[in-house]
């Protein structure tokens, strides 16, 4: 696929490895007027260091943690930064849930349209978050949304914006990639998810 420029954007992606398999979150950050080296570097740390203080305690502890990766996306060839200091196992005991099974969270722009919204899928979580086969603890929603809302401020503090990346509108690729700041982050229920379609709506 061709190259699609995000004037000042930059996404970071929480990589973890599970069951030997990679996985990763990717959250996309804003700062408009341009991004240099440092900035990229802040934010790698800012994120990293949310991962530590309240990303790992909702992860199993088969769940490794190895870095947040946060690369600029308005140049083909463009700045890069790595941050592990919050590298480990997340704290999450008793049995892990299976790898597809998830919790999400959902980011809101105020705007309407698939293209304004966007979602994140926890990595695999613990049973103890259940109170049910198929609901989390309203404990363990709320952190997850308290989590984002952390990642949002510690992205904030560094001088960027949480945001929606939006690469396509009607279906049809976009010239250049536009963003929509994200201005709320809830949990709809307390239902677990999956990326799958199968699964009951309502998310």
Not at 99 to 106: A, E, G, L, R, Y
Request: aromatic fraction near 6%.
């Amino acid at each position: 696929m061709a190259f699609q420029s995000a004037p000042d954007v930059a996404e970071a992606v929480i990589k973890c490895v599970t069951d030997g398999q990679s996985m990763a979150n990717v959250i996309n950050f804003a700062k408009p007027g341009g991004y240099n080296s440092a900035d990229i570097a802040a934010l790698a740390g800012a994120v990293d260091g949310v991962v530590g203080a309240a990303y790992l305690a909702l992860m199993h502890n088969t769940v490794v943690y190895g870095e947040t990766l946060v690369r600029g996306l308005e140049f083909e060839n463009d700045i890069t930064a790595v941050s592990s200091g919050a590298a480990g196992n997340g704290t999450g005991g008793a049995v892990t849930l299976p790898s597809n099974v998830s919790f999400v969270v959902t980011l809101r722009s105020g705007f309407t349209g698939r293209s304004a919204r966007g979602r994140l899928y926890l990595m695999p979580m613990s049973s103890s978050s259940l109170v049910t086969a198929n609901n989390v603890t309203t404990t363990f929603a709320l952190a997850a949304v308290n989590m984002l809302g952390d990642m949002k401020a510690a992205g904030l503090a560094v001088g960027w914006t949480m945001c929606i990346l939006s690469r396509f509108k009607s279906k049809a690729k976009r010239a250049v990639a536009t963003y929509f700041v994200v201005n709320t982050i809830e949990a709809r229920n307390t239902q677990t998810d999956s990326q799958r379609g199968r699964l009951p709506k309502g998310h």
